[in-house]
Each structure stands twice: as structure tokens, then as C-alpha cells.
């Protein structure tokens, strides 16, 4: 569901005046970059809503991602992960300071997005941000402690540090269409950051320099929490501080609340607490939320206002999908917590026909497919939602999963990004919606070329693994050599 902007202001006191549209913009990616990522020297990946443009809100918009284990398709997801949090002025976890390549002082990520308001005007923003690895000397310590007493996992030794961001944007802005160029610049050394043309947009005369130096504070900050200077809280309640208005900060604080309430990334991460049945991560538009599976969970009343509203949203599809089969929330009880609030202790069931168990006793696909669901299902309603799920066909039904993709390309209208190893889709979805990872680090994200309508995509990719084409999709494997491996293990 589309939030106006008053109730945008309510949210988050953001200021707002009459030249603003009725209702937020549809936010879409268009492009992404990535260098010195991983094992992704140089990846560019332009969206198909990128290369044509498509109406307010007419259209979904999917990216498959396909290629061989180790290939670059995580390594995609990680970087909208971090995206992501960084539009949502969140910190960077620590792990992923390990993305950066280890031959390489620093990686790069660059991201395009098309704004399109309701009364037809559109406009782009560029993100781009570099990040390196910082040590932490105590970090290291207690990892080495802890790993040598097995006492648990060993702490990352090193943080991310984000710098060099750079926002620009292009379009109509204060009466006049301008190209793309940057707004909020920090690569430089002007204080608090370039150009300088802007500053009046966004913080004034700034007489007696406290908007300045409260935003280099910011700066020093962002780095030492591993965060984005640009969409940290305290940047933008500062811009928000000057009094001016701007529509440059206007589109700053639509991408923010973009971050905040429309941008999901589903990593392997939450997927291995499926595999171990410890949990079931529901994913709503309000943020996830963690119910146990291997014993009932105490849910604070918020929680379960939340959860028990979208239970039953998610049992109408999943009927659907697997017939026979629905899921509730059962309450177990409900008590009062040591501050007075209202807490549920509840367990999810699953019914087939009448016969009711734990969650626990379902398949892992049918975990994976109810958490997943809640998401899916927004996307496929709402045009400005993007979702991003690494591993999307693991542990369920290739022909269901095709199903699944087929209507969302169809009839969703969100914007849907996957890596698979099933080839199914292959055979559903548009060729226009499909790359596939390279051999080649310095161009790692390819579209097949001189595909015909008619071709069958999923044969089409065998013959390019199998021929070695010009995209060189496949690492050649030697069969030879792989029994030669297997036999050596039990001499």
C-alpha cells in the first residue's frame, strides 16, 4: 500500500510543503555496478526497466540471475544487502568487510534509480559509494579467544568503512530539467561536501558554520559506524534543521523511506535458519519478524498485531500453491511482562486437511515458500516494492516455483530480483529479464546474445555451456579428471 506524504510527514517529521506531489513516487533500480567486488573485478547489470521505460505503475520488473556455484550471483545480493542498509542510515555488519577483493584496496558500487510521480514527472538519482576494510584490534582478539576456547564464533577483525559517496540526480528540479550531476558529493575536499553550487539548496548560508560542522561530525561518524554519511538520520535531520526547502532533499528522503519500507533483500543467511528448523522468518512490509519453529515463541503485542494480521493473508496463497494445506497462528497463551505490557506466547500450525502439527514437522520447502510469501505477495501488488532473494528456488517444487514467476511477470507490477540454479524459468519468463554470470571478472554479468523469439532459453544456455560461445558462461569441467579425484580419495 502507497503512503501519502502527510502520512510520510507523521512518520518520520519530515517537512513538506504544496509543490510536493499528492503521493510518493514509484522508486525502481535501473542499474548496478559493481567493482572490486568479491570475485567481480568489473559486474554492470542495466535492468530491463532501465533500457525501456515503462508507465507509472503499468508493469513488473524481474532479474534473473543464473551461473554456475561461486560465479558471482551472492556476490550481487550482498551488494543490494549493503545498499540497503545504507539507504536505511543502518550500519554495515562486520562480515562484510570481506567483500572486498582481497587484491584490491577498496570496492565500488554504483546504483541508478527512476523515480516516476503521479503527474507524470520522472526523475533519476545515482548512489555510488566505495568500501574498505578497517581492523579491529580488539575484534580480533576476542575472535581468536573465542574460536580457541569453542566457546563460539569468532568476531570479524575487521569493519566496514564507507566512503567517496556520491549522490546525483537529474530531471526536473526547481523549475528547470537539469542532467545528471551531483548534489551531495564527498569524494572532495570541500567542507562539508560538493558541490558548492548546491549548498544553497541544501543548507543555506549556514551563518555561524553549525549546520557545517554538525555535518562533519556526521562524516567522522558515518566512518567509524560504517554507515552512509548521506543517508544517516542525523544528515538528514540536519539538512531537514536549515528550514529550506528543497526538492533535491525531497528525493534524498524518498530514497530513505524507499530503504526504510520498500526495499527487502532475502540472503542465504535467514534461509539457513529454515534449514535447521530453528526459525521462520516472516517478511512483511513493517520490517521481519523471527517465530521460532522449534518451540513457541513470546511475541510482544506489537509483534503479534503485525504477524497474526498477515498469517492469514499468506494462508489464503499457500492454499492455493500446495492444495489441502493452510497455517495459523495458534496462541498459547497470553501474559503480562515485568513493564506492564501485553505479551502472546504463540507457536505456528499447519493444516493439511483437517489434520493439524507444529510448522516444525512441514518441509523445508514449505518453510521456505510461507516466509517468502508475505513479500511476494507485496511485490506482486505494489509497483514501487523491490525484492531481492538470493537462492529463490531452494527446496521448492521447480514446476510451483515456474508458476510463481510466470504470474509475477505477468500480472505483478513490483520489481523482483532472484538468483536460481533450477532452469525453469528459463522456459516462463521474457529472455529480457535474464543474465547470466561470466567466466570473465572484468565483465561479469551477461545477457545471451542473437536469441530468437522462438528459442527455448534453457537450451539455448546448455548449448552455450556445453559449446563455449562467445559469453563463456561456464568454467569447462573435465570429466576425466573428476573420477580421477573421486578414486584418489580412498587410496
Known amino acids: 500500500m502507497k503512503l501519502s506524504l502527510q502520512m510520510l510527514s507523521k512518520r518520520q517529521n519530515i517537512l513538506f510543503t504544496d509543490e ?84 584490491a584496496d577498496h570496492a565500488k558500487l554504483t546504483f541508478l534509480f527512476e523515480l516516476q510521480y503521479e503527474d507524470g514527472r520522472v526523475r533519476k538519482a545515482m548512489y555510488e559509494f566505495c568500501m ?42 526547481h523549475g528547470s530539467d537539469q542532467r545528471m550531476n551531483p548534489v551531495i558529493d564527498t569524494t572532495g575536499d570541500e567542507s562539508p561536501f560538493g558541490p558548492r553550487s548546491r549548498h544553497k539548496f541544501m543548507i543555506g548560508p549556514d551563518k555561524g558554520n553549525k549546520t557545517t560542522i554538525q555535518l562533519e561530525v556526521n562524516k567522522r561518524l558515518a566512518r567509524e559506524r560504517s554507515q552512509s554519511f548521506i543517508f544517516m538520520r542525523e544528515t538528514l535531520e540536519c539538512l531537514k534543521s536549515t528550514g529550506l526547502y528543497s526538492e533535491y532533499l525531497q528525493v534524498l528522503l524518498e530514497l530513505n523511506f524507499y530503504g526504510l519500507h520498500y526495499f527487502f533483500v532475502v540472503n542465504t543467511r535467514s534461509s539457513g535458519l529454515i534449514r535447521l528448523n530453528l526459525a521462520l522468518l516472516l517478511h512483511t512490509p513493517q520490517g521481519s519478524y523471527a517465530i521460532q519453529t522449534d518451540r513457541p515463541t513470546d511475541m510482544p503485542q506489537n509483534e503479534f498485531d503485525i504477524v497474526s494480521q498477515y498469517i492469514p493473508k499468506v494462508s489464503t496463497v499457500i492454499t492455493q500453491l500446495v492444495p489441502g494445506l493452510s497455517i495459523e497462528l495458534h496462541t498459547i497463551a497470553q501474559t ?8 502472546y506466547l504463540v507457536e505456528l500450525i499447519a493444516d493439511r486437511n483437517g489434520t493439524k502439527l507444529p510448522l516444525r514437522d512441514e518441509s523445508d520447502g514449505v518453510r521456505r515458500i510461507i516466509s517468502l510469501l508475505s513479500l511476494l505477495t ?56 535474464l543474465f547470466f554470470t561470466s567466466t570473465d571478472p572484468k565483465d561479469r554479468y551477461v545477457q545471451l546474445k542473437s536469441i530468437a523469439r522462438t528459442n527455448n532459453m534453457r537450451n539455448v544456455y546448455f548449448r552455450q555451456i556445453e559449446n563455449g560461445n562467445e559469453e563463456k558462461v561456464y568454467n569447462e569441467t573435465k570429466r576425466e579428471e573428476i573420477i580421477k579425484a573421486l578414486r584418489s580419495v580412498k587410496e
Not at 543502518?90 to 562480515?95: E, F
Not at 581492523?135 to 570479524?156: C, H
Not at 503480562?336 to 505479551?343: A, H, L, V
Not at 529463490?392 to 508458476?403: K, Q, R, S, T, V
Open 20 to 103: 510536493h506531489s499528492a503521493r510518493l513516487p514509484v522508486v525502481r533500480m535501473t542499474k548496478a555496478i559493481l567493482q572490486n567486488f568479491k570475485n567481480v573485478e568489473y559486474g554492470e547489470i542495466e535492468f530491463s526497466c532501465g533500457k525501456k521505460f515503462a508507465a507509472y505503475g503499468t508493469k513488473a520488473d524481474i532479474l534473473g540471475l543464473y551461473g554456475q556455484n561461486g560465479s558471482g550471483k551472492t556476490a550481487f545480493i550482498d551488494a543490494l544487502y549493503i545498499l540497503k542498509e545504507l539507504m536505511r542510515g543502518s550500519k554495515v555488519q562486520d562480515l562484510f568487510s570481506e567483500c572486498v577483493a582481497k587484491n
Open 132 to 173: 574498505k576494510a578497517i581492523p579491529i584490534k580488539e575484534n580480533a582478539e576476542a575472535g581468536m579467544e573465542a574460536a580457541a576456547n569453542f566457546g563460539g564464533l569468532p568476531l570479524s577483525s575487521q569493519r566496514v568503512c564507507i566512503f567517496d559517496e556520491v549522490l546525483s540526480m537529474s530531471g526536473p528540479f
Open 336 to 343: 503480562i511482562t515485568k513493564d506492564g505490557s501485553t505479551s
Open 378 to 433: 507485496a511485490a506482486f501488488n505494489d509497483s514501487s516494492l523491490t525484492l531481492a532473494i538470493d537462492e529463490f528456488d531452494a527446496g521448492i517444487f521447480e514446476y510451483i516455483w515456474g508458476e510463481l514467476l510466470e504470474m509475477f511477470a505477468k500480472d505483478g507490477v513490483g520489481q523482483l530480483i532472484f538468483t536460481a540454479h533450477n532452469l525453469r524459468p528459463l522456459e516462463v519468463i521474457s529472455k529480457k529479464f
